[in-house]
């Protein structure tokens, strides 16, 4: 790869404290492909630490709230006090496996789901100020800030252990910080991947790339489970201290965009103009930053396909935040082949569904490239994971091989939309043609879109809170009804493209590429 020559210019960011230590040390600069490989690994260690935070609180809630049908729960209620003095301490109590007060008494499940949704219901309306803010400051440091106090507040959660708390306030209070500063995450390392790479082939690379939301929840599932035999707290401390220190390589190492580093476009084909046909007739992004303006909130939201597609994730991802915080706990107190997992087998075991989930992002962004039909790709898939959530429900606890057969393509079904949707479709969005090139919209439309999924995130675990207290088939029924819905969303938009597909199959049909801008981007 050839080098660039050393620029001389006044960034409006200056160049990351690593990256310069990198072309002291090469005694040249970094070429362009040496940039986005940078940009790649960065966000992608980024944001899977955001996850593995994330994951952490599914795992802890089986030790908080250990109850299972197989011990009786009405006698342990009866049995269980809700005060400190009573249950002689907290230690004592994890020894005796009674979980942590206030957890552990009749009311601790629906509790639980209210950490649940105060978390993401901070975290949603973070999103929106999130991408707002995003749009109009450097990237890397609102990430190092985000990334900081997440971890910052994931480890108070985990020191209450430590400190004997039992209020349930104190829990409160950290899990809605937490997810305020997790709301930072999405936007900016979806803006700084978009600042980047062009739309060729933009589904696959992200499709794989979105597999560090699986790959947190797999590392925080087995990190938190491997913990949890030494307390609790460690499950959540030890998280907390990855994601600052990831935090800070991101603060040493991520490049914002090329502008900040002076890095050549033109070294790279994904930023040279597009071919008569496309949505944008000239380069991805401009170089003269300084012409363009942030797009408005209101405005992000009339772009065509924002809101088909923010409420289609609304719904898809109620349905995936349901199984990231409540599929632990729903093994643990569901007999496999007539026997109770431990709470350790249960989190090691759920990450499968994470499995099926890297799966599903990938086959859905090759897909969706294939097709060039983004909303068909996502309908599908909706549909399909209607009759794929009732069969594990209803035969998931037959045999451990059906179990886990079913929870990977479970994964696939569920996850792939929604990792689709936030990832190519939030870019695709993000540089409509409505914007004239305009690349300063990237982090308001991707928070928008993943914002109001956020809502139906927090909306999911909390309704599931309640409604598994009387019956996991009530879940489950809840769960394909949104999957049905997130599909009708779309609707329009999958009529749209069947009609362009029906009409390139005609004689006189026009090319696959040249698809009307406002039928989807």
């Known amino acids: 790869m050839r080098s660039l020559p050393e620029p001389i210019m006044e960034e409006t960011y200056s160049k990351p404290p690593g990256i310069r230590v990198m072309e002291r040390a090469k005694k040249s600069n970094l070429s362009f492909k040496t940039y986005q490989g940078i940009v790649l690994i960065v966000t992608f260690l980024a944001y899977t630490s955001y996850h ?18 197989d011990v009786g729960l009405k006698f342990l209620w009866q049995r269980r006090n809700t005060t400190y003095e009573q249950n002689q301490g907290s230690k004592l109590s994890w020894m005796l496996k009674d979980g942590w007060v206030p957890f552990n008494g009749p009311d601790g499940t629906s509790m639980l789901g209210e950490l649940d949704v105060s978390f993401l219901f901070v975290y949603a309306m973070g999103m929106y100020f999130s991408g707002h803010v995003g749009d109009r400051m ?10 900081v106090g997440t971890g910052v507040f994931t480890a108070l959660f985990g020191v209450g252990y430590w400190a004997n708390v039992h209020i349930f306030y104190y829990y409160l209070i950290v899990q809605m910080m937490a997810g305020l500063f997790q709301s930072t995450g999405w936007p900016s390392v979806v ?90 007739t000239e380069p991805f992004l401009r170089s003269d930053r300084e012409e363009e303006s942030a797009v408005g909130f209101i405005e992000a939201w009339k772009i065509p396909g924002v809101a088909p597609f923010a409420f289609c994730l609304f719904f898809a991802k109620l349905v995936a935040y349901t199984f990231l915080y409540w599929l632990p706990f729903y093994i643990s107190h569901t007999a496999i082949e007539g026997r109770y997992l431990s709470n350790e087998e249960a989190g090691n075991l759920s990450t499968l569904f994470d499995v099926g989930g890297v799966l599903g992002g990938i086959l859905a962004g090759y897909i969706s490239d294939r097709l060039d039909a983004r909303a068909i790709t996502a309908a ?15 035969y998931g606890h037959v045999s451990m091989t059906i179990n886990i057969i079913l929870m990977l393509i479970t994964g696939v079904f569920v996850n792939g939309p929604y990792a689709l949707i936030t990832t190519a479709v939030s870019a695709d969005l993000g540089t409509h043609s409505s914007l004239k090139g305009n690349s300063r919209a990237l982090a308001t439309v991707t928070a928008i879109i993943d914002g109001t999924g956020s809502i139906g995130a927090a909306i999911g675990p909390l309704l599931t809170g309640y409604i598994s207290t009387s019956s996991w088939s009530g879940v489950f029924t809840m769960l394909m009804g949104s999957a049905f819905i997130a599909g009708l969303f779309l609707t329009r938009l999958v009529v749209a493209e069947v009609g362009e597909k029906i009409q390139q199959l005609g004689p006189q049909g026009s090319s696959p590429r040249s698809r009307s801008p406002d039928l989807l981007v």
């Open 52 to 69: 593995a935070t994330r994951k952490t609180t599914s795992i802890v809630k089986s030790a908080l709230d250990p109850q299972s049908p």
């Open 138 to 147: 450097d990237l890397r440091i609102f990430l190092t800030i985000g990334m």
């Open 191 to 280: 803006a700084v991947v978009g600042n980047w790479f062009g739309k060729k082939k933009r589904g696959l690379i992200m499709g794989i790339w979105n597999a560090h939301t699986s790959i947190g929840n797999i590392t925080g599932s087995l990190v938190a489970s491997l913990l949890l035999k030494y307390g609790w707290g460690w499950s959540m401390v030890v998280p907390g201290t990855l994601i600052a220190v990831v935090g800070v390589v991101v603060f040493l190492f991520l490049p914002v965009n090329p502008e900040s580093v002076g890095a050549n476009k033109d070294e790279d084909e994904v930023f040279s103009p597009r071919k008569e046909g496309d949505e944008v």
């Open 380 to 394: 599908s898939f909706m549909y399909c994971a209607i009759p794929v959530l009732y069969f594990y429900r209803s």
